[in-house]
């Protein structure tokens, strides 16, 4: 096995906190992340360390008998021990209170240094799962304990959700317990609250292995079964849940799958099968050597805590392995738009299908570049519609317009430019047929969502183009339209008139499409002497009372056209005339030079007199 | 090469009874028929390679064999006493088209040259215009010629009289679609069939490439496949084209019928191929099925696409478009060229005044306007821009000079207001 094929990992920095021994007892909290190492009953000291904090919290406690369980309360403001089944003790960690401990059985107010019954329930409870991040508890009931009660916390309220039962494998034949606490875990998955049931393999069902069932459990509405993650496998799991994957660790061999419920599974009408998105592999092996991953204990969402080492990590997926381990390339990209640190790998994906000795066929290119697209217009779609509901005074009535968020998924043009198809135009080996075909594949995908193309990428085709002389081609292109108008791409063609003649007049029907650039068009006719052309333009267009006659005289004159200037010149005597009731020159047009040659040429008797009534 | 035409006479009664033979000269556009007789060579050049090539490769028996064989034939299918205008300009014309469906056009293109190694050049026709072409300009010009003028109407006949149904007896397991070799094997399941396609010469400047046509079409799609002619083409490569190209092909047709359609409704005019105004009330309600019945339409012989204004009244004018730089050309008063004669709708003389315009115009190179009172007193107005030109034949008796010349102007800004035509 490559180094490169681990496709998970510990985190780099794990929270390292003294080993369990038997006067060192360690604890974990799942609601703040928290390690408690408490020595000797906490009379040699308690340390409490967290993910996020590098400054580990110290303090002694009298040892007033063993602790079964040591909590802070969010901002470390009380603690909270547990000695016997029945009590809990409390103390204030308020600066300048008293840290005299107090003690109530089963809200708690610190200044009164006592607690509040908020709200009680009267049900037989087996056992309980609490979800910090969703505040779900969830109880188990029933003496099989597969009926599940979950609550709601939120703002200091309790609110009851429906029960719901767990599908057991098989008709239990007694009647205790079924329904163990280590085989149910709550995470949250795209955003949505999922209960996951670890339903071992059964000899009497012809099941071929174990598998995760995720109920899905809304806040309003019943629960519903969703998904089977199909395991294949039988033994000892745990599960993770890291970047909206399901991750499942096999015990007897030491190695872990990755489920993703976004990616196609089998849809049976009810709910959908899925199977790992790839093959099993262990976790990276860590820097240190870890003796023995099986005294691993694994807590929710992605923790991994070793208390006979002293270590607490947070799993994660390694992107760039998976690469290599997902073939398909449209499913690979599917698994890759969903993941959070995402837009490089992606970008690595698509130079590395379009390099030559790893080339992808064109109808895969498509496939990866639909996608991406359809990522990019939903966000442009999100992005415009926020913009129009703020221009259309939203905001005030309606607090949920939020702005758009652009997660990694969003890789737009420029990306795509600046990343992958610039280099890979530049690249002598690759055939230009095939660098053609790509570019068009990717502007047909953006058009096909509808997105505008930006010029540089319409830019990046010309260029290929004219290198490999395919000017003909480029014409056709331009004739259709695949090239969109603008001024910078008008002047481009311009600039290639001297390789390919006709590059002038699609440059100027360019010019005349986009209708914002006469000025351009003038200055274009001008500088292939067609002065008359250029006169005829801009009077068809009823500018020219507007224009400047000395740069038309100009022009006239450097055609050695005697004929010519005349026409030109009598054209705005005739102006002057119009404009001013005189077809002589003011001073501010400078056309003395002009005037003088004109009657050099013609006579002075030529100039137009002024009409008179 | 030389190509002796003689001059059209009328015999006339001498004041004596003699019958006395006069020569109309004046009825002969010299430059149509050196047109015509460059086109010729260029036939020729196609399918035979340059004289040069002949002469180096078995001398001037050779060469001789070959023209003797070439224009036996050739020359029989020439109309002569109906070369116009447009045998000057030996246009091409394109098909309209929305920028989407061209780039999947595109898309099909470099997928199937992808997945067919030794395809190495392809056009793209549809109802026998052109949509792309991969091979040089003036190649595409001849093969244009020989595509729309020889081969289609040849293929069209027996397709309206209902042989050779499009739809195929289909193979087992086999994607339904139209699509059918109009060069090669007539039918794929025989294992006998030829697969022989005509060859051709392109780029005999520089590189002098040798090929073999493939023609392949589904309803009004039609493309070609041109590969090196030293790859003998197998019957597995052509069944193989076929299952990759037939359904492709048959949807992208219908999708640019579709496509078209939508956009002739947008801008209030209907593609309009059949003679009575019942088939013209029967389009506009072609939706069901529109994909078929539009293609039966577009593709038989009176399908010539000609644009009828529904609601307004007979257009007072009839015009031929012609660009140098990329040989677009659009005529409305050509009706469809078939194998015999190429219909026009307007009368010789006036055909001979627009020939008589462009002889002018190519006397200087300056931009130019001329407009002709006929005696038949149409307008004829000639326009040309840079490398374009117009000519303009207009029904308008008692109209003016100056309500021609607007005219014409109006007939720019709808029908070319997107490229850059001085008025």
Not at chain 1, 38 to 49: D, F, H, I, L
Not at chain 1, 108 to 124: F, G, H, M, T, W
Not at chain 1, 451 to 467: M, P
Not at chain 2, 372 to 392: I, N, P, T
Request: overall charge neutral.
């Amino acid at each position: 096995m490559g180094e490169e094929d681990y496709y998970l990992e510990l985190c780099e920095r794990p929270v390292h906190f003294e080993k369990a021994n038997p006067v060192n007892c360690v604890f974990f909290d799942e609601a703040n992340k928290q390690v408690f190492a408490v020595r000797s009953g906490g009379a040699t000291g308690v340390v409490v360390k967290g993910p996020d904090d590098r400054n580990p919290i110290s303090f002694r406690m009298e040892d007033k008998g063993e602790v079964k369980c040591i909590k802070f309360s969010l901002e470390n403001k009380i603690l909270a021990v547990q000695r016997t089944s029945k009590t809990v003790d409390f103390s204030n960690f308020i600066p300048d209170s008293s840290q005299l401990e107090y003690t109530q059985e089963c809200k708690v107010l610190p200044e009164k240094r006592s607690l509040k019954l908020l709200k009680s329930q009267n049900i037989n409870v087996n056992w309980y799962l609490y979800c910090p991040e969703s505040a779900v508890i969830l109880l188990s009931t029933t003496v099989l304990g597969n009926v599940l009660q979950p609550f709601y916390f939120r703002a200091g309220t309790m609110s009851k959700l429906p029960k719901f039962e767990i599908e057991l494998p098989a008709a239990p034949k007694s009647t205790k317990l079924n329904l163990s606490e280590r085989d149910i875990a709550m995470a949250t998955i795209y955003g949505q609250l999922y209960v996951l049931f670890l339903r071992h393999h059964s000899r009497t069902s012809n099941s071929t292995g174990a598998e995760v069932v995720l109920y899905h459990l809304p806040r309003e509405g019943a629960c519903k079964k969703m998904h089977i993650l199909k395991l294949s496998r039988t033994g000892k799991f745990a599960l993770n849940v890291v970047d909206n994957l399901v991750v499942v660790h096999h015990q007897d061999t030491e190695t872990s799958v990755i489920f993703d419920i976004r990616l196609r599974g089998e849809f049976d009408g009810t709910v959908t099968l899925h199977h790992p998105v790839l093959p099993a592999r262990s976790i990276h092996p860590y820097q240190i050597p870890v003796a023995d991953s099986s005294s691993w204990i694994v807590f929710q969402p992605d923790i991994i805590i070793s208390a006979s080492q002293g270590y607490l990590w947070n799993l994660q997926v390694k992107l760039q392995p998976i690469v290599n381990l997902l073939p398909d390339k449209g499913r690979l990209m599917d698994f890759l738009l969903q993941r959070k640190e995402c837009k490089m790998v992606i970008l690595s994906v698509c130079s590395q299908m379009l390099t030559e000795s790893d080339r992808a066929t064109l109808p895969v290119i498509a496939t990866v570049f639909d996608k991406l697209n359809q990522e990019y217009k939903k966000y442009l779609d999100a992005e415009q519609n926020y913009t129009m509901a703020m221009e259309a005074g939203q905001s005030r009535s309606s607090p949920l317009l939020r702005r758009p968020v652009r997660t990694q998924a969003v890789v737009d043009q420029s990306d795509m430019y600046t990343h992958v198809l610039s280099a890979f135009t530049e690249k002598k080996e690759t055939p230009h047929k095939f660098v053609i075909a790509v570019l068009m594949e990717y502007i047909r995908s953006l058009n096909q969502f509808q997105i505008a193309v930006q010029h540089y990428l319409h830019e990046l085709v010309i260029k290929t183009l004219v290198q490999h002389n395919l000017f003909y081609m480029l014409h056709q292109f331009l004739q259709y339209h695949v090239l969109s108008d603008s001024k910078p791409l008008a002047c481009l063609l311009l600039s290639l008139e001297s390789f390919y003649p006709p590059a002038h007049q699609l440059s100027l029907d360019m010019l005349k499409r986009l209708s914002t650039a006469n000025d351009e068009i003038v200055e274009v006719l001008l500088s292939k002497h067609q002065v008359l052309a250029a006169l005829r333009f801009i009077r068809g267009i009823g500018g020219h009372d507007n224009i400047s006659a000395r740069k038309f005289l100009d022009a006239a004159k450097q055609t050695d056209d005697h004929m010519l200037f005349y026409t030109i010149f009598r054209f705005f005597e005739q102006r002057n005339q119009r404009l001013r009731g005189n077809p002589s020159f003011t001073p501010g047009e400078h056309c003395e030079e002009h005037v003088a040659f004109f009657k050099q040429v013609f006579g002075d008797q030529a100039l137009m007199r002024p009409a008179t009534f | 090469m030389v190509m002796v035409v003689r001059n059209p006479i009328i015999e006339k009664q001498s004041k004596d009874g003699k019958p006395v033979v006069e020569y109309q000269e004046e009825e002969l556009l010299d430059k149509v028929y050196s047109s015509v007789l460059q086109q010729c060579y260029s036939m020729y050049k196609l399918f035979n390679g340059t004289f040069l090539r002949a002469m180096e490769d078995g001398g001037l028996k050779l060469l001789k064999e070959r023209l003797e064989k070439f224009f036996h034939r050739y020359l029989q299918t020439l109309h002569l006493q109906s070369c116009d205008l447009l045998d000057i300009f030996g246009g091409i014309s394109f098909f309209p088209l929305d920028k989407m469906t061209y780039l999947k056009i595109q898309s099909f293109i470099n997928r199937v040259e992808e997945s067919l190694s030794i395809v190495k050049y392809t056009a793209f026709l549809y109802n026998d215009q052109l949509i792309w072409s991969g091979l040089e300009q003036d190649d595409m010009r001849i093969l244009y010629k020989y595509l729309t003028t020889s081969l289609f109407p040849r293929h069209i006949e027996p397709e309206l009289a209902g042989r050779d149904s499009p739809i195929r007896a289909e193979m087992p397991g086999n994607l339904q679609h139209y699509g059918r070799f109009l060069t090669g094997p007539l039918n794929l399941n025989d294992p006998e069939a030829k697969c022989r396609f005509p060859k051709i010469f392109v780029n005999t400047d520089d590189t002098y490439e040798a090929l073999h046509l493939i023609v392949y079409k589904a309803m009004s799609a039609a493309v070609c496949f041109m590969i090196e002619a030293s790859v003998q083409p197998t019957l597995d490569f052509c069944r193989r084209l076929d299952s990759i190209v037939g359904p492709q092909l048959t949807v992208l047709a219908s999708d640019i019928c579709e496509q078209f359609n939508i956009n002739k409704r947008i801008s209030g005019f209907v593609l309009c191929c059949v003679f009575t105004l019942k088939h013209l009330t029967d389009l506009g309600r072609v939706r069901p099925s529109p994909r078929w019945r539009c293609d039966r339409l577009g593709s038989g012989v009176l399908s010539v696409p000609v644009v009828v204004a529904l609601s307004e009244k007979e257009p007072q004018f009839k015009f031929i478009y012609f660009n140098h730089m990329n040989l677009a050309e659009k005529s409305t008063i050509h009706m469809r060229k078939t194998p015999s004669v190429s219909l026009t709708s307007v009368h010789p003389d006036l055909m001979k005044i627009l020939g008589d315009i462009n002889s002018d115009f190519t006397r200087v190179d300056e931009d130019e306007e001329i407009i002709v009172k006929a005696m038949s007193d149409y307008w004829v107005v000639g326009k040309k821009s840079d490398q374009r030109e117009l000519y303009v034949i207009l029904n308008q008796k008692n109209a003016n000079l100056i309500e021609v010349n607007e005219e014409v102007k109006k007939l720019c800004a709808t029908q070319f207001n997107n490229i850059f035509f001085l008025d």
